[in-house]
T-cell receptor
């Protein structure tokens, strides 16, 4: 079967750095997405990786290793507004999006 | 403003009721999706429409009936639902299905079945 694993919950301190990991086993690979979802709101697109390496977008970076079936989302200079759930999703060989259950990130002052 | 709107935002219905969820996208996209989101579970893809044609139906019970009259509008018709159908129903759109385009989500309809 196809599977996406990410931690259920993480806690970090305002101003610090946090890394949210995602491992996947899918039938084929056509890209990996990270989305942010604040409580009661729509998921919003953060990043897309299809080649190995690091993609940087301001305070957020996303890394991919296809050989290891692994990605992480790195959030720097954490702000209280970064408290949200972070969803990892992989496009399989049929371009179907397989979703993880999300990581709830709690930021403390 | 995500460009994808959903109505209603909240819905409480009895098991014998019939109701419809509406989604509209203002992004000029050609693909639209219905997802079910339950607490602490991955998003469950229900239906996909690409250029108004249904391309995915992920073994969804017949008490959920989608309708896509044009590329900008998507409906989910509900009838004789069960309490376990209570969840957040999210609509999304993308440039096309079957490619690696990001999806844009609406705010969802919080459905409670009593």
């Amino acid at each position: 079967g196809q599977n996406i694993d990410q931690p259920t919950e993480m806690t970090a301190t305002e101003g610090a750095i946090v890394q949210i990991n995602c491992t996947y086993q899918t039938s084929g690979f056509n890209g990996l997405f990270w989305y942010q979802q604040h409580a009661g709101e729509a998921p919003t697109f953060l990043s897309y990786n299809v080649l190995d390496g690091l993609e940087e977008k301001g305070r957020f970076s996303s890394f991919l290793s296809r050989s290891k079936g692994y990605s992480y989302l790195l959030l720097k200079e954490l702000q209280m507004k970064d408290s949200a759930s972070y969803l990892c999703a992989v496009k399989d060989s049929n371009y179907q999006l397989i979703w993880g259950a999300g990581t709830k990130l709690i930021i403390k002052p | 403003e995500t460009g994808v709107t959903q109505t209603p935002r909240h819905l409480v219905m009895g098991m014998t009721n019939k109701k419809s969820l509406k989604c509209e996208q203002h992004l000029g996209h050609n693909a639209m999706y219905w997802y079910k989101q339950s607490a602490k579970k991955p998003l469950e893809l229900m239906f996909v429409y690409n250029f108004k044609e249904q391309t995915e139906n992920n073994s969804v019970p017949s008490r959920f009936s989608p309708e896509c009259p044009n590329s900008s509008h998507l409906f989910l018709h509900l009838h004789t639902l069960q309490p376990e159908d209570s969840a957040l129903y999210l609509c999304a759109s993308s440039q096309e299905a079957g490619e690696s385009y990001e999806q844009y989500f609406g705010p969802g309809t919080r459905l409670t079945v009593t």
